[in-house]
Structures are given as C-alpha cells and as structure tokens.
C-alpha cells in the first residue's frame, strides 16, 4: 500500500514522496503490472508558479463556477452539453486546448457569480489555499490548469490482493485489479482502499500461518544495483526535474508515436545515468521514477 507515482509528472496533487517506489520494487522482484498507461488528470490543479498544484475541487464547478480562458472567454459549453459538469477527461483536454489556443499557462475558474451560498464555509480547504497566495474566490479568477491526480495502473492482482509473486499482496493505489478502467469515478478509490485493505489483511495473515519461518530466513532480497553517479544530491534533483518534464510534455494529457518513442529513449539514457550502488533516499526515488 505504498501509493502512486503522481511525482513522475511535472504537476500532480500527489505528495512529494508518491515517486511510484511499491510500483518499482515490485516490477523488480518480478510482479506483474497493468494498466500503467492510464493517468487521471485532474482538470483543475492550483496554477501559480512556485507553488504546488492544490487540488481545486470539481464541486466548485458543480456549484457554478465557470472555466474561461486568459481572454475571457467561457469556452466549456462549445465543447461538450454539460460544459463544466463534462467528465474529468473531457474538461482536462479542453482546458489544454484553451491554453493552447491563447498561449498561456492557465484558464481561469470564475466563481464570482455563485449566489445563495457562502464561499468559505461552502469551500473552506479551496478558500484557505487561494487565500495564501492573495485570492479570495468571492471576488478574484482563480488561475487553474490539470494536473496529475490519480493512477489507475499498477501491480497486478487478483480479488484478494494477491500479486503473481509469493507473499507479495497489494492494494490502493499501488494495486490494479482493473476495477477502475481507464478513467476512476471520484471518490471510489476510497471503497478500493477500504475493501481491499480489509481483504488482504485476512489473506496474508492466513498466508502466514501455512509458511515456514526457514522460506522466510533463506528469502533472497535484491536492491537496484549500485551507482557510478556523483553522491550528490543535486544531480538527483535535476534528473528528477527532468523526469518530470519530460513525461508531462510527451506522456501526458496529449499523446502520439513519435513523442511515446522519445519518452522512452530519454528514460532508457537516464537509466543507464543511474545504474550502480544506491545509498541516498532521494537517488533511490529517482529509480524508481525512471523505472
């Protein structure tokens, strides 16, 4: 249960420390994974520079409030008949286009004109995280673009969280059973977690008592070979930077042939960058982004 891999994109919602380390370890010991092609993205993130892409909730939008791009314009209706109620895929590709179109960053999301409600305590989380950067949503656009939010894919596993691998059970978002296609509906993360959790529990702890405690003494646990780079903490950054610029540009929201195939080039160099002893934290999240 170790989570996603949210921090391979350039902007997520994901903690820093969600670098897809249960996916990578697993991959390594031999586990199945499926799926891993299919990233939600969250249409609107919190856009400011420097800051990190808080999740700005879609019942804003289930309130009244309207996406319009840098120029004013309400551009969700011509997209599709439920305009800013479309599904999350929907919204997050016309948000791209739009900022394509008027070459910006950000669309803006407009809930000025909410009435019968009162903001702050309807919003408080959206109206305390805008409020730190100088925006009070009854009066100001709040600057969105989509973000990386939830990973569909993950460690293959069957109804009782068991993986391919003996011993080895997952669940969450580290797990995939397929339940969730290709595009989650919100919130059923939360029953996956839920029932899973609870399965798996039982499973393993049955596991447990049908092994001998001399297969578990003789287990041969293997790490990522060692490393020939520089022990210095900044070359991870910047490696991890670029893992991250790299995947938003060319395995993001938009996506074809020959961006997948210099995605997959660019890995396959970093990857040879990192190969050798692994003794820092930060370079062992870098592998397991790179992977």
């Known amino acids: 249960a170790t989570g996603g891999a949210g921090q391979v994109y350039a902007y997520t919602t994901n903690s820093p420390v969600v670098t897809g ?9 031999g586990a199945e994974v499926m799926d891993t092609e299919f990233f939600q993205f969250h249409p609107t993130g919190l856009r400011i ?5 808080a999740l700005i909730t879609e019942a804003a939008r289930g309130e009244g409030g309207q996406l319009i791009d840098v120029t004013g314009r309400s551009f969700m209706p011509a997209v599709h008949p439920m305009a800013e109620l479309a599904p999350r895929n929907v919204v997050a590709r016309a948000i791209v286009q739009a900022m394509e179109d008027t070459e910006s960053d950000h ?49 293959r596993v069957n109804y009782q969280g068991r993986t391919n691998v003996r ?25 996956d977690g839920l029932v899973f959790g609870h399965r798996i529990a039982e499973c393993a702890y049955h596991y447990r008592l049908h092994i001998s405690d001399d297969y578990l003494l003789n287990l041969n646990l293997s790490a990522p070979k060692p490393s020939r780079m520089v022990e210095q903490a900044a070359s991870y950054s910047e490696i991890r930077r ?33 190969a050798g002893p692994v003794s820092r934290p930060e370079h062992l999240e870098v592998v397991n982004l790179q992977t």
Not at 113 to 140: A, N
Request: net charge positive.
């Open 21 to 29: 380390d249960g996916l990578a370890m697993a991959y390594r010991a």
């Open 167 to 191: 011993g080895l059970y997952a669940c969450g978002e580290a797990a995939c059973l397929g339940l969730h296609g290709a595009n989650r509906l919100a919130s059923n993360s939360l029953l």
């Open 242 to 274: 670029a893992i991250k610029r790299l995947m938003w540009r060319e395995v993001g929201l938009t996506r074809n042939a020959a961006g997948l195939a210099h995605a997959r080039d660019e890995l396959i160099a970093i990857g040879q960058q990192l």
């Open 107 to 155: 669309v803006w999301l407009d809930m000025r004109k909410i009435t019968g409600i009162d903001l702050p305590t309807r919003f408080p989380t959206v109206f305390k995280t805008c409020q730190r950067y100088g925006i009070d949503i009854r009066h100001d656009l709040i600057p969105v673009a989509p973000v990386a939010h939830y990973f569909m894919g993950g460690i």
């Open 49 to 53: 520079p420097g800051a990190p892409s």
